[in-house]
């Protein structure tokens, strides 16, 4: 079976190091690098977190780019409340080893898509800057993208306004760019994402791998279901970003509906929504695939079966 070519761009966070486990061990997927803005915290520590991660599982041989340290317009946004000091509050790491590369992550990405035939898919679940930088400083490059798949939006509430959801409000300029880029489009947003939530019984069910991933994912989310029940009273955390590699790697786990959507740059109380238009009121173009519905035990089987790809010892 061919694999499938992937970019991920991310700001970990710790649902991200969830998604860089899954894409880096599943064997349906060629992780070609991972490029890395602020977002969930400060440029610095997302890609230090980034490194710590592929590190631990092993995946050094993974390049990193460190991206864009703020949004293309807007003032900065983090999520220290949600993912702490450092980014990834919980788990302890060895001395770290393994560096960025000195390219830039734009750079890369548009070194990248020129390179290849049309067959990568760009995986966001962070702010889309890095992404909406290239496609500004390379136009022809939006050709080259297969497909691109984002934890982002919302076709209700937000997380973070009433309105918006996070990776969108970061840099609500960088979505439109992207969601206007003439490409094939999937939204994964907190319409599916909230149903996903990591229990204390999904938390054991993975501990009892006990590989060196699930350990990792155990301590994740020590720190961060205790941050979401505190902030928004959930059972568990919502593991939004692995959504998006679950759907490359079995896309039936999710399912979506052509939308037009849209982002609000109004900067009134809904900057950063992403309007879709479920009902076709518009009567406008389908700009968006957008994720409706999930299969939750499938999803939760499909983590599973990521965090036991991995040994049981983490690399020193």
Not at 251 to 264: C, E, H, K, S, Y
Request: proline letters at 6%; charged letters at 25%.
């Amino acid at each position: 079976m061919e694999k499938k070519k992937i970019l991920l761009d991310c700001d970990p966070g710790h649902d991200d190091a969830v998604a860089i486990m899954l894409a880096a061990g599943a064997p349906s997927l060629e992780l070609l690098g991972v490029t890395v803005e602020s977002g969930n915290q400060t440029l610095e520590k997302t890609v230090r977190n980034t490194c710590r991660v592929l590190q631990w599982i092993g995946r050094e041989d993974v390049p990193v780019y460190a991206g864009c340290d703020r949004p293309m317009v807007r003032d900065k946004l983090t999520a220290g409340d949600i993912h702490g000091e450092t980014g990834l509050d919980g788990p302890v790491f060895p001395p770290l080893r393994k560096q960025p590369e000195s390219e830039h992550a734009v750079s890369f990405l548009i070194r990248t898509l020129r390179a290849y035939e049309g067959d990568i898919t760009v995986v966001t679940t962070g702010p889309m800057t890095n992404l909406a930088m290239a496609l500004r400083l390379a136009p022809e490059i939006a050709e080259k993208i297969r497909r691109i798949v984002l934890m982002g939006g919302s076709c209700t509430n937000g997380n973070v306004s009433p309105a918006a959801e996070f990776n969108i409000l970061a840099d609500p300029e960088a979505a439109h760019v992207c969601f206007t880029a003439g490409r094939p489009l999937t939204m994964v947003g907190l319409d599916v994402t909230r149903r996903v939530l990591c229990t204390p019984e999904v938390v054991a069910r993975m501990a009892a791998l006990d590989t060196c991933a699930s350990r990792l994912f155990v301590d994740l989310m020590g720190h961060f279901c205790r941050t979401q029940k505190a902030i928004f009273g959930w059972a568990g955390g919502p593991l939004h970003d692995p959504v998006t590699i679950a759907y490359l790697i079995d896309p039936a786990v999710l399912t979506t509906r052509p939308m037009n959507a849209q982002i609000d740059l109004s900067r009134g109380p809904s900057y950063g929504r992403t309007n879709c238009d479920a009902y076709d009121y518009l009567g406008l173009p389908a700009t968006a695939d957008v994720a409706v519905d999930i299969d939750a035990e499938r999803f939760w089987d499909l983590v599973e079966e990521g965090l036991a790809r991995y040994g049981k010892e983490a690399q020193a």
